[in-house]
C-alpha cells in the first residue's frame, strides 16, 4: 500500500507564508498526479493545485499567482508553497496521490493551515 504524509501547516498571520509538503511512499511504481486539496467547516472540499508528473500544473483561481505548487519525482514528494496568506485561505489541507498503473487514489490525513487576519 501507498502512505500519504503531509507537513507544514501552522499558523500564520495575513501576508506570511507557508510551505507544505507531502510525501508518498510504499510499495508501488511511481506517482501520476499529486495535488492539494483544502476544506474550511462547512464547505466542500476543493482542488488547489496539482502536478503531473511531467510537470503541467493546475491551480484554482483563488490562489494563482500567489500559491506554487512543484514536484520532485525521485522521492515521490510534493511542495506547495503558499505565499501572501489570506484569512479566507484558513482550511485543513489535503494531499493526494494518484499512483502510477494501478491508478488508485491515496490521501493524507490533512495538515491545518490558518492564516490570522
Known amino acids: 500500500q501507498v502512505q500519504v504524509k503531509e507537513s507544514g501547516g501552522g499558523l500564520v498571520q495575513a501576508g506570511g507564508s507557508l510551505r507544505l509538503s507531502c510525501t508518498a511512499s510504499?510499495?508501488?511504481?511511481?506517482?501520476?498526479?499529486m495535488g492539494w486539496y483544502r476544506q474550511a467547516p462547512g464547505k466542500q472540499r476543493e482542488l488547489v493545485a496539482n502536478i503531473t508528473r511531467d510537470g503541467t500544473t493546475v491551480y484554482a483561481d483563488s490562489v494563482k499567482g500567489r500559491f506554487t505548487i512543484s514536484r520532485d519525482n525521485a522521492k515521490n514528494t510534493v511542495y506547495l508553497q503558499m505565499n501572501s496568506l489570506k484569512p479566507e485561505d484558513t482550511a485543513v489541507y489535503y494531499c493526494h496521490s494518484n499512483a502510477r498503473l494501478t491508478r488508485l487514489d491515496y490521501w493524507g490525513q490533512g495538515t491545518q493551515v490558518t492564516v490570522s487576519s
Open positions: 510504499g510499495s508501488f511504481l511511481g506517482i501520476n498526479v
